[in-house]
């Protein structure tokens, strides 16, 4: 068997449908999204400036809070400028590793604020709870480590499943009814 037959196709190229059978419409919902892209960037960045030029604010909430904005952030990135490409400049194709990309971050930020909900949620019971011992629970390394843990258990279970899928091969193109990669 020659060497050219025995390779894995893993160069797909997977076509984003955006919403199907809206494709005349695309221009008209790009504008809410961008306009929507563009205040969560800036909304999410000014709380960000804010908490770290503020001394005051360096507070276990507002710890937590800026831990939010940076998932935000991060799920916005990932996931709104390829819906904007396909709505502005019909640039349907994406490529497999692209395509996983998506599939690691998207849900990496989506444990990852989920996490830091229950988080803030706690914090707000110690300081309903436990008002006194507040400071004394709540410290900076805690908060770091508490953190540090809610990415690190959103890395374990999604980072599995790029490498799975990767295994499969791809050797036709690939149509999704979706405006960017999901499971």
């Not at 690691?104 to 949620?121: G, V, Y």
């Amino acid at each position: 068997m020659s060497a050219v037959n025995d390779t894995k196709l893993n160069s797909a190229v997977f076509l984003l449908t955006g919403i199907p059978g809206q494709e005349d419409v695309h221009l008209c919902i790009s504008i809410p999204f961008c306009l929507v892209y563009i205040i969560s960037i800036l909304g999410n960045s000014v709380i960000l400036f804010i908490i770290k030029t503020d001394p005051s604010l360096h507070e276990p909430m507002y710890i937590f809070l800026s831990m939010l904005a940076i998932t935000d952030l991060g799920i916005s990135i990932a996931t709104v400028p390829t819906i904007l490409g396909i709505y502005l400049f019909n640039s349907r194709e994406i490529s497999l590793d692209a395509c996983l990309a998506q599939l690691f971050f998207i849900p990496l930020f989506q444990c990852t604020e989920s996490s830091i909900l229950l988080l803030m949620a706690f914090d707000r019971f110690i300081a309903i709870h436990n008002p006194l011992r507040y400071a004394s629970i709540l410290t900076l390394p805690r908060i770091a480590k508490m953190g540090l843990v809610a990415v690190l258990r959103a890395m374990v279970i999604i980072l599995p499943l790029p490498f799975l899928l990767k295994r499969f091969q791809y050797c036709r193109a690939n149509v999704l009814s979706h405006s960017y990669c999901v499971h």
